[in-house]
């Protein structure tokens, strides 16, 4: 650990060592037959862009609750656009705002978690609690609104045949899709419910680190840690039934 309290140091040799990383990743995910190359690349490349950027407006973003509450829509909706474009990424009937129904299981998600919290006065209505609370609820809703959504139309597309076999058994289109993608859609949540069992085993999740350098103690980091995992888990687990729904529906791909 490095001076300060600091996980890292922040050196030229960070920056160094960030560079080569990225590019270990991208020469193995281009040339090891995966063809994420170039996107591994653009990744790294904006991330770094878009931390630049937030670090320099945070500091104000967090004093002022309305700007912070303007903060937390913009990442909504960078989520929104994000995990609608994926889910339809290279399919013929992603319509100019199809991509707006990703909305829907993210607003379904972390919506009445944040609701709740601010309800019970367990997140103050301080710019420096919401933001951080609101990004991680809407990180985790997104990861589950594009892994279901893409599980389910690929699942629809390759069992193509059994979905119409099921209509013609006298099912209801809705419950043929379903009936075929439902499975594949939930493994969606196998990364959460992995994270969530290993903790503390296998890793150290931020939230915990970043309590316990910031000088509050094992008990009280473990307990919003153990927070915020459960509170994914319900999260992401309402977006993929929701995500289920509208493909169900034909609302989010066709």
Do not use: K, N, Y
């Amino acid at each position: 650990m490095g001076s300060g309290g600091q996980l890292l140091p922040v050196t030229p040799a960070l920056g160094v060592a960030c560079a080569v990383l990225l590019a270990v990743a991208a020469l193995v995910a281009g040339r090891g037959g995966l063809g994420h190359g170039r996107a591994v690349v653009r990744a790294g490349v904006r991330a770094a862009v878009q931390l630049a950027a937030v670090a320099l407006v945070i500091a104000w973003v967090v004093r002022s609750l309305w700007a912070a509450t303007l903060f937390v829509l913009l990442m909504f909706a960078v989520a929104a656009r994000t995990a609608g474009r994926r889910v339809l990424e290279g399919r013929a009937d992603a319509g100019r705002w199809r991509w707006a129904w990703a909305a829907v299981p993210i607003a379904a998600g972390v919506a009445p978690v944040l609701l709740l919290l601010a309800a019970t006065g367990l997140l103050p209505p301080r710019g420096l609690s919401v933001v951080p609370v609101a990004g991680i609820l809407i990180g985790g809703a997104l990861t589950a609104t594009s892994l279901s959504g893409r599980r389910a139309l690929d699942e629809l597309r390759a069992r193509h045949g059994e979905v119409e076999a099921a209509l013609a058994l006298g099912f209801e289109e809705r419950d043929a899709r379903l009936e075929i993608c439902r499975t594949a859609a939930s493994t969606s949540l196998v990364p959460a419910l992995d994270q969530t069992r290993t903790v503390g085993l296998v890793t150290l999740p931020g939230a915990f680190v970043g309590m316990l350098l910031g000088g509050a103690g094992p008990v009280q980091a473990g307990a919003v840690q153990l927070f915020v995992l459960v509170a994914l888990l319900a999260v992401e687990a309402v977006a993929v039934a929701v995500v289920l729904e509208l493909v169900g529906r034909g609302r989010l791909g066709g």
